[in-house]
């Protein structure tokens, strides 16, 4: 009974002293991945290989849910700060660079709603 009790404790000591679950995605690592890309978002034809390099870098990085939302809320900041960013173009991006990607390019994504 004694034993029941101290390990009950220590689970309970180890729940307090435990972390939720963050992110590991940061935006430094989005931005550096999309900066790539931002003479296509703009207008440009296509995206460079280095653009296509950053896109398959993001779903590498963004496996979880709340990675993706994390990604995604940085790529929605980047969105905003890039000025005349081609939507289509943004749509288009990991269609053209042949990499599945659920995380919308857009300052207007609801981050909330990616699964």
């Known amino acids: 009974m004694k034993g029941v009790v101290i390990s009950m404790v220590v689970v309970l000591a180890m729940m307090m002293v435990m972390k939720p679950s963050e992110a590991a995605v940061s935006c430094a690592d989005v931005d550096s991945s999309v900066a790539p890309c931002v003479a296509y978002l703009t207008g440009g034809a296509n995206p460079s290989a280095a653009c296509c390099a950053g896109v398959t870098k993001i779903t590498k990085i ?30 288009a991006l990991p269609q053209k660079c042949g ?4 995380i919308p390019i857009s300052k207007n994504t609801n981050c909330a709603k990616i699964n």
């Open 62 to 91: 963004a496996q979880s849910i709340d990675d993706k939302r994390a990604a995604c809320e940085c790529l929605k900041t980047a969105a905003a700060r890039i000025a005349n960013i081609n939507q289509d173009a943004a749509s």
């Open 99 to 102: 990499v599945p990607f659920n």
